[in-house]
């Protein structure tokens, strides 16, 4: 496992967090556990876990979570370590799958509930303020009715967030939320009993002039509502989309099979996985997912391992091979004794290692929060000195709490909120009409510093498919009459490259006869006899065996094709060879032109796969690549990108398989193709739903321009307030002006956030 340091005798331990708001708030955890003796924290603000690394002799999992709890937050072992000892049952909570406490099941409903409270209410109360014509004679106590439930249970969670701030002597963006609300909704409150908001017929008219006012009459009800709404909704949608942060090892662990059939005392037995112990021998019959990690016994076969490997063709087995859980038995039945179980496969150190690059990745604060941490405390000073500087110079307790509550109220982060969740749906919204899916902001933030694009040869770069790619035919043989002969053979068996062979047979040479007689011979290929011919398909030992010589000019054509990493298929009959046929993984018709896109956005392009050097240099050279690292494992993968990180390249990861899904989180950008595994999708940073390479060039170029909305939402919103502060310390700010000049930062921000709209795909 990932940790910031290691310590001799270290151990280490998971904490489930509670509470937190913000990024800031994993990076104040963070620093805490960090001051410990002989601790190495990090805290993931996303995935809601803190990973420890600490020296057992002088601090126990108690003091971890005592001093997680003395920074205001909750801490707890993610509940029973059942599932790490057995994770390939697919079931129970995972380490990873986002810490949800057994009494709230969904984190969502509650926010979810304060959201539609808040908008439902609010949308009236600022109508009211707004709109003159609407202000009917009590106007102002049906205000007060409908803004007091958003203030006080809609906005809850960041009055309690301030208060555990303020406790900690610390202020982010859900201080100056609850201040701001707090103090216009409590204004409100003396100007409508104490003041002379109250009377009857009260009406706020729009009056666009600047002078000194006592505030008695003004209240502040639609800031308040207004806010909170605009804020909670802002959280919805980031809440919504860190939910899923653990969903990859959900992804990963479902791979594995549920059941497998055991023999005991000559009978066959069938057992959930959990039961599975080392030494068991179980059967695998074709088709069926390999249970665990284990030794063949009996039987032979193909087995598609491209989804853990990345290998695109499937690796014969016999008796003594090793096999891995999960994979996929395409030909014969099997007998496999387990050798490893539960957390010890393959499969479940693989888990391990996405889990390790998600929490090892550093959680980005939102810029916001960053402004908030520096702008908060100085509004908050602003306010103070602002009331002790009309007080200090004779201008009255109603006018110095006047001028107070307008620096509060027009520092309110009403655009500030807005900035990031609307040019984020916008963004968003237009990436999902073009195939492109953004998984939250953080992932904006990795787009604009990419040099380095790392692609995965199989699914991504190629097809993922085994298909037919040439045919060479001995003198005198017709190219048609191969392809009927071979494919009426193939398209009787299940093996991968079979598959290709028949269906590009069926393609080239339409309707394929039915073979007379089939026979599959283990590791070699298939027999039989096809419109009265005696033909055989496989490999060349299949045709030496039975005194069938190659002719010169296939063996150079086999050779050729060997060389350039291709699986060949040997066909005869009639005592004759008559052809081999080459197939291989094909290359996407597009990925030479997405090549020529990321090249134009910086990118440096890398072949990374688990297959053949011969194989992935072929297929460098056809799309223009010109490093290439090959025959990596999964764990490999891992390294490489580590090892790219570490000579200062901020590196992007495109891939598809299982195999990837550890890379794609250590990445500082995963792109995940569409058409790939779950595990890998849910990885990824960004997905490409349409699994074409070029897409991928798009991605990042929306990535970077919502990036740049974002940013220049930011701003603006942030320049609004700092213009209108000394307005607001002076005394001179009208509420009208100020609800105004604050609709007109959000609609700025909301049309700015819509420009989005316009992003076009190139080419």
Not at 106 to 130: E, G, K, N, Q
Request: glycine share 10%.
């Amino acid at each position: 496992m990932s940790n910031p340091t290691t310590t001799v005798g270290a151990a280490e331990v998971e904490l489930a967090i509670g509470g937190m708001t913000c990024a800031s708030c994993a990076a104040r955890i963070e620093r805490k556990l960090n001051r410990m003796d002989g601790v190495a924290a990090t805290v993931n603000y996303a995935t809601e876990k803190a990973k420890v690394s600490y020296r057992d002799a002088d601090v126990s999992v108690q003091d971890l979570v005592a001093t997680v709890e003395a920074t205001g937050y909750t801490a707890h072992l993610p509940a029973p370590a059942g599932p790490r000892a057995r994770p390939d049952t697919g079931s129970g909570p995972e380490p990873g799958a986002g810490p949800v406490p057994a009494e709230e099941p969904d984190p969502l409903r509650p926010l979810r509930h304060r959201l539609i409270t808040a908008v439902a209410l609010s949308v009236p109360v600022i109508a009211m303020a707004m709109v003159p014509a609407l202000q009917i004679e009590y106007w102002q106590w049906l205000s007060l009715t409908l803004a007091a439930p958003v203030v006080t249970y809609a906005a809850w969670p960041f009055h309690r967030a301030a208060w555990t701030n303020a406790r900690h002597g610390a202020a982010t963006m859900d201080t100056l939320i609850s201040v701001g609300t707090s103090a216009a909704f409590l204004w409100s409150l003396w100007a409508l009993f104490l003041g002379t908001a109250g009377t009857p017929g009260m009406t706020h008219p729009f009056e666009f002039t600047v002078a000194r006012s006592d505030g008695a009459g003004n209240i502040y009800l639609e800031a308040a509502a207004g806010v909170t709404a605009f804020i909670l909704a802002g959280r919805w949608f980031e809440a919504r989309s860190k939910r899923k942060a653990g969903a990859a090892l959900k992804a990963l662990l479902e791979l594995g099979a549920k059941d497998v059939t055991v023999l005991r005392d000559g009978r066959e037995v069938t057992l959930p996985i959990a039961d599975l112990a080392v030494g068991d021998r179980f059967l695998v019959r074709p088709g069926e997912k390999i249970a665990t990690d284990g030794t063949v016994v009996e039987g032979s076969s193909a087995v598609d391992a491209s989804m853990l490997t990345g290998e695109s063709v499937p690796v014969e087995v016999g008796a003594g091979d090793s096999v891995t859980g999960a994979t996929l038995n395409a030909g014969g039945r099997l007998v496999v004794e387990a050798t490893r179980v539960g957390a010890d496969t393959q499969l479940s150190r693989m888990a391990r290692l996405v889990e390790d690059a998600q929490n090892g990745k550093a959680a980005a604060q939102r810029l916001a929060d960053r402004i908030s941490a520096v702008f908060v405390p100085v509004v908050i000073g602003l306010a103070l000195a602002t009331l002790g500087f009309w007080l200090g110079n004779g201008a009255g307790p109603t006018s110095a709490f006047t001028a107070a509550v307008a620096v509060l109220i027009i520092a309110c982060p009403c655009a500030l909120g807005l900035a990031t969740p609307t040019a984020l749906m916008v963004g968003t919204g237009r990436g999902a009409q073009l195939g492109i899916l953004i998984k939250g902001p953080e992932v904006l933030e990795a787009t604009r510093t990419v040099d380095t694009v790392v692609l995965d040869k199989t699914g991504t770069v190629t097809t993922g498919r085994m298909t037919l790619l040439a045919v060479h035919t001995a003198e005198g043989t017709d190219e048609r009459e191969v392809l009927r002969l071979a494919g009426a053979l193939e398209h009787a068996s299940e093996h991968p490259v079979a598959r290709a062979v028949a269906a590009g047979a069926a393609e080239r040479a339409g309707t394929l006869p039915a073979p007379e007689e089939f026979t599959n011979v283990p590791g070699l290929g298939v027999q039989g006899i096809v419109d009265g011919h005696a033909v055989l398909v496989g490999r060349e030992k299949l045709l030496a065996d039975r005194s069938l010589q190659l002719p010169e000019a296939l063996a150079r054509a086999k050779a050729g094709a060997e060389a350039a990493g291709r699986t060949v298929v040997a066909v005869g009959w009639d005592g004759e060879a008559r052809a081999v046929l080459e197939v291989a993984d094909a290359v996407r018709d597009t990925s030479a032109e997405a090549i020529r896109r990321l090249r134009a956005l910086g990118l440096t392009p890398i072949l990374l796969t688990g297959d053949n050097r011969a194989v992935a240099e072929a297929v460098a050279a056809e799309v223009g690549i010109d490093e290439v690292i090959a025959e990596v494992l999964p764990e490999d993968k891992v390294d490489v990108v580590k090892r790219l990180q570490a000579q200062g390249r901020s590196v992007a990861m495109v891939g598809d398989g299982v195999n990837d899904a550890a890379a794609l989180a250590q990445a500082d950008l995963g792109l995940a193709m569409g058409t790939g595994t779950d595990a890998a999708i849910e990885a990824g940073d960004l997905t490409l739903v349409r699994g074409d390479l070029r897409v991928a060039a798009d991605a990042i170029r929306l990535a970077r321009r919502t990036l740049g909305t974002i940013r220049s939402n930011l701003f603006w919103a942030f320049a609004y307030n700092v213009a209108a502060l000394p307005i607001a310390a002076a005394g001179l700010l009208n509420p009208m002006i100020a609800g105004a000049a604050m609709a007109f930062s959000s609609v700025f921000v909301v049309g700015n956030s819509l420009r989005l709209r316009g992003f076009r795909a190139a080419g």
